[in-house]
C-alpha cells in the first residue's frame, strides 16, 4: 500500500452543489494564474487561468476570482459533478520567471451523491 | 504526438542507484518543464528547457541531479545516485512556445521509488 503522507485540506461537496476552492498566494510579483485538476494517477490538467489586470474570469462551470489586494485567488464550481472530483491546485508565476510556476498546496474535492 | 509521454510510469531502485526517466513533449512544442511532487503535494519546479537548451535551472538541485534535451529524442532526467528523498512523482510538461501565460501541458509522471 502507500505510505502515510500529508493530509490534504478536503472539501466534501453534494453533487449538483457549487464548489469553492481557495488559494492564498504569497508572491506580490506574481501576475498569472493558473488552476489545475489533478485526478488520480495523472498529471495536472489545465482548467482555468487569470491574468492579474483582471479579478474575474469565467470558463464552463468554473470561475476564476482574483483578488490582489489580500493575495487570494479562489475557483468556483457551479453544478459540481462525480467527475469533479480530484485534488485542485493554484500556481502562480511572475513575467520575470514565467514558466516556473509556483504550486499552492492543493485541495481535495470529494463529490457525494 | 498529442500528449506529453513519460516513461517510465514507475521506477524503482535502491539507494545509491541512478534513475533515469524519460519525457517526450507534444509533438511542435518547444519547451520543455520538469517538477518533483513529492508525497501528491508539493510541486517543486526543476528546470526548464527551449528545444535543447536550459532555460531556466534555478530549481535543480547542485549534485547528483542533470538533465537534457537532445535533438530527435526524448527529454531526460538523470539522478546519480538517488536517495530515499527523491522519492516523488516527476511530471514533465510541455507549452508550445514559453511565452508568458501559455500553458503547460503535463505528462502522466514517473513515480520514482528509492528504497
Known amino acids: 500500500g502507500e505510505s502515510v503522507g500529508l493530509h490534504l485540506p478536503t472539501l466534501s461537496v453534494q453533487e449538483g452543489d457549487n464548489s469553492i476552492i481557495n488559494c492564498a498566494y504569497s508572491n506580490s510579483a506574481s501576475d498569472y494564474f493558473i488552476w489545475y485538476k489533478q485526478e488520480s494517477g495523472k498529471g495536472p490538467q489545465f482548467i482555468i487561468d487569470?491574468?492579474?489586470?483582471?479579478d474575474k474570469r469565467q470558463g464552463q462551470r468554473v470561475t476564476v476570482l482574483l483578488n490582489k489586494t489580500v493575495k487570494h485567488l479562489s475557483l468556483q464550481i457551479a453544478a459540481t459533478q462525480p467527475g469533479d472530483s480530484a485534488v485542485y491546485f493554484c500556481?502562480?508565476?511572475?513575467?520575470?520567471?514565467?514558466?516556473?510556476?509556483?504550486f499552492g498546496a492543493g485541495t481535495q474535492v470529494v463529490v457525494t451523491p | 504526438g498529442e500528449e506529453v509521454a513519460q516513461t517510465p510510469k514507475h521506477l524503482v531502485r535502491g539507494e545509491g542507484q541512478k534513475a533515469k526517466l524519460y519525457c517526450a513533449p507534444i509533438k511542435g512544442h518547444s519547451y520543455v518543464f520538469w517538477y518533483q511532487q513529492v508525497l501528491k503535494n508539493e510541486f517543486k519546479f526543476l528546470i526548464s528547457?527551449?528545444?535543447?537548451?536550459?532555460?531556466?535551472e534555478t530549481g535543480m538541485p547542485k549534485e547528483r541531479f542533470s538533465a537534457k534535451c537532445l535533438p530527435n529524442s526524448p527529454c531526460s532526467l538523470e539522478i546519480q545516485a538517488t536517495k530515499l528523498e527523491d522519492s516523488a512523482v516527476y511530471f514533465c510538461?510541455?507549452?508550445?512556445?514559453?511565452?508568458?501565460?501559455?500553458?503547460?501541458?503535463f505528462g502522466a509522471g514517473t513515480r520514482l521509488s528509492v528504497l
Open positions: 510538461a510541455s507549452s508550445p512556445r514559453g511565452e508568458y501565460m501559455d500553458i503547460q501541458y
Open positions: 487569470i491574468r492579474s489586470n483582471m
Open positions: 500556481a502562480e508565476s511572475t513575467t520575470d520567471s514565467w514558466g516556473k510556476f509556483q
Open positions: 528547457f527551449q528545444n535543447e537548451n536550459v532555460f531556466d
